[in-house]
Nanobody
């Protein structure tokens, strides 16, 4: 079992920055990946970014490349999404998720946090 807790959401003006964190249970995530999804009201949940726990390999959605950076601290079992140059369209509930493999689809992820709200004003 893996439990995930997100933090760091809030309200920010367009062009500003926020840092989201995800704390995970467990002693090792070798072979796993940890990612972020987001969902705006009335819209489908979409992939944001993911990172391989062992290698640090990353992959980003085109809409966030160059603005968001995903990283992890293996010793602390935490993962961080640094969000810069935020836009109103980034407004959503952001969810941390863990996959036993690698992918960009919701069904590739087995464990989910409860989400944290990010609101970007214009």
């Amino acid at each position: 079992q893996v439990q995930l807790v997100e933090s760091g959401g809030g309200l920010v003006q367009a062009g500003g920055s926020l840092r989201l964190s995800c704390a995970a249970s467990g002693r090792t995530f070798s072979g796993y990946s940890m990612g972020w999804f987001r969902q705006a009201p009335g819209k489908e949940r979409e992939f944001v970014a993911t990172i391989s726990w062992s290698t640090g390999r990353t992959y980003y959605a085109g809409s966030v490349k160059g603005r968001f950076t995903i990283s992890r601290d293996k010793a602390k079992n935490t993962q961080t999404l640094q969000m810069n140059s935020l836009k109103p369209e980034d407004t959503a509930v952001y969810y941390c998720a863990v996959s036993t493999g690698w992918g960009v689809s919701e069904d590739k992820y087995d464990y989910w946090g409860q989400g944290t709200q990010v609101t970007v004003s214009s």
